[in-house]
């Protein structure tokens, strides 16, 4: 490895300034395609929206400057508290009831002495699914005519169109559809656990669920505060199975953030407009993961 170390006087040769310009060099290179990509679909598009927030511009890009006019609307639109308080029903559905039965799936497949390899796969086979196929099927499954679901129940429940269950089905299929990489995460958290510690703490009679509220619980914390983080940014971010299951309806009960932002740019051509809420919709992100983030790192000390 190459000395870059100063010498006594504090002042590098001149070899070894050139030796270590050359990687500096290097790495700047090996970074360059990265950080090119980074500014040029990340920070650029930021950036364009949040530009394009205070003006008219149609879907094109096109408008004059009107300043806040588009927040003022914003924040006085119905339409737009009933899509975050949605979009907030959504994440309570969710979140939570997601990383529990992940890591209740997670606590079972750990307990199992023989396919636990099949038992893993079996729960991540439904995330690498793309959200085209997971809708189609539960269309089916919670059909109300011909599902699945109604003939085995007896029931006749719109799932999808009903005010009251439209909501809880789409989160019922985030969580089967997602739940397998947190099962994984949590599988890997668990296999990081000593033994020893559960070894000693039988030794000292723990067992049941002293050994998970003593040992389990407290080592799959720093897992359980990131796939808590992961969930919330990922629920807020909802939109494609809302768009293929029930299009936000019926009469808005499902209607979120980024549908409300994709009604008012593609079908309204409001670019402007639809602008604002995307830039609204980062800083509440933004915000309460921060919060969220402050709070797990609190509760882990």
């Known amino acids: 490895m190459l000395n870059t170390a100063p010498s006594k006087t504090g002042v590098l040769s001149p070899e070894k300034r050139t030796q270590l310009r050359k990687r500096w060099l290097t790495a700047m290179l090996m970074a360059a395609p990265f950080i090119l990509f980074y500014l040029l679909f990340l920070i650029y598009p930021t950036l364009r929206v949040i530009q394009l927030s205070f003006t008219d511009a149609d879907l094109a890009g096109n408008g004059v400057w009107v300043g806040l006019t588009n927040y003022t609307k914003l924040f006085t639109e119905p339409t737009f508290w009933t899509a975050l308080l949605n979009t907030l029903y959504f994440i309570l559905l969710t979140v939570v009831p997601n990383t529990l039965v992940g890591l209740g799936l997670a606590l079972l497949v750990m307990r199992l002495k023989r396919l636990r390899n099949l038992a893993m796969a079996a729960f991540f086979l439904p995330n690498v699914l793309p959200v085209s196929v997971v809708t189609s099927v539960w269309n089916w499954v919670l059909d109300s005519n011909f599902g699945l679901v109604n003939y085995l129940t007896g029931s006749t ?145």
């Open 157 to 301: 429940v719109t799932w999808f169109q009903d005010p009251v269950w439209a909501m809880p089905a789409v989160a019922f299929v985030t969580i089967w559809w997602t739940v397998g990489f947190n099962v994984l995460l949590f599988i890997a958290g668990l296999q990081n656990i000593p033994p020893e510690l559960y070894e000693a703490a039988a030794l000292d009679g723990a067992s049941g669920f002293r050994l998970f509220r003593s040992i389990t619980w407290p080592s799959l914390w720093p897992v359980t505060s990131l796939i808590l983080l992961l969930q919330l940014i990922a629920q807020f971010k909802i939109f494609d199975q809302i768009y293929l299951l029930t299009t936000g309806g019926p009469f808005d009960k499902t209607l979120v953030l980024l549908l409300y932002a994709y009604r008012e740019g593609f079908q309204q051509q409001h670019g402007g407009y639809s602008s604002a809420i995307g830039v609204v919709l980062m800083v509440i992100i933004l915000v309460v993961s921060a919060l969220q983030a402050k709070l797990l790192n609190r509760g882990g000390r």
